[in-house]
């Protein structure tokens, strides 16, 4: 079909398309085989959030003081750094959530929903009015060990940071 004989542009121009963002998640010494994409896209009232991930370690219940491993937290976190540092706690280069409106744990705009894993594969899109999808680029993307309890302050103790992505800008702007 020639799209410009409709007067539509063609999709490879992007013209009016909607703010996009993307972060390629690539895990770090303690979760080596996690990878996989979260794409933010610019909709009606606020941001469509879609991630894909392989290789999360699987669901292992808590025992004694030992937090459960997965379900996994998720969340943006203040820089778009991924260096990995102290092997056994990478990743603290993204510092904290990403927190802009100063709110308590649980309300941070880079709260995420936990990441389920069904044998290492987790799938999931939510919706959020938080931010628009020029805000978070240059952000991090960070998955946790343990699921966030979306109460402790200053950050959910989600544990240890297993993956992380920096978020890049696509689309118009």
């Known amino acids: 079909m020639n799209y410009y004989q409709y007067g539509y542009p063609?999709?490879?121009?992007y013209r009016n398309a909607p703010n996009m963002?993307?972060?390629?998640?690539?895990?770090?010494?303690?979760?080596?085989?996690?990878?996989?994409?979260?794409f933010f896209r610019e909709v009606q009232n606020g941001v469509e959030v879609f991630a894909e991930v392989t290789g999360l370690p699987s669901y292992k219940e808590g025992e004694g003081d030992q937090k459960p491993i997965g379900p996994h937290g998720f969340h943006l976190h203040e820089k778009g750094v991924c260096e990995i540092g102290e092997p056994n706690e990478?990743?603290?280069?993204?510092?904290?959530?990403?927190n802009p409106t100063n709110q308590p744990h649980g309300n941070h705009a880079g709260d995420f929903p936990v990441l389920f894993s069904n044998d290492g594969y987790a799938k999931?899109?939510?919706?959020?009015?938080?931010?628009?999808?020029?805000d978070v680029i240059g952000k991090g993307v960070i998955i946790h060990q343990n699921p966030d309890d979306f109460r402790s302050q200053p950050s959910g103790d989600a544990g240890k940071r297993l993956a992380c992505g920096v978020i890049m800008g696509y689309g118009a702007s």
């Open 90 to 98: 990478p990743f603290t280069s993204a510092g904290g959530h990403w």
């Open 10 to 13: 063609a999709y490879s121009h």
């Open 124 to 134: 999931m899109s939510f919706f959020t009015n938080k931010f628009n999808v020029k």
């Open 21 to 38: 963002a993307y972060a390629h998640i690539q895990g770090g010494p303690l979760a080596p085989g996690l990878k996989g994409y979260v």
